[in-house]
């Protein structure tokens, strides 16, 4: 199945291919958190939603970063468990618990709950 997904923008509707990178990235979120509401809804599941997000902060500056974390934050009322995987240090603490894998002295991995 192919999708020609349009974007609109003030009054036209453009292709992704239009944005910039870091804007692309952000589309792509908003795609996704979509689609994970309609197929809840779809499927009727109201409880146990959650989303997970892998490096979406890579491509973005601090302004857009914070405007994405105040966007998944408005999302925590439809999925209780919003899970981030980040490299980026900023993003510690943004949120009510946040862990921290590590590599130990052994090169065994360790996680810890951040302060």
Request: hydrophobic fraction near 45%; charged fraction near 25%.
């Given at each position: ?38 197929l ?20 973005q ?14 999302q ?40």
């Amino acid at each position: 199945m192919i999708f020609n997904l349009l974007v609109r923008d003030i009054d036209n509707d453009y292709p992704i291919e239009r944005f910039s990178g870091g804007e692309q990235d952000d589309i792509a979120v908003a795609l996704r958190i979509a689609l994970s509401r309609y197929l809840a809804e779809l499927h009727q599941v109201h409880e146990s939603t959650f989303l997970i997000f892998d490096e979406i902060f890579g491509s973005q500056d601090e302004e857009r970063r914070a405007n994405l974390l105040t966007a998944l934050r408005t999302q925590e009322s439809r999925f209780p468990q919003i899970l981030l995987i980040s490299h980026i240090a900023e993003i510690q603490g943004e949120f009510a618990n946040t862990l921290v894998v590590e590599m130990g002295t052994d090169s065994a991995s360790r996680v810890r709950e951040a302060e």
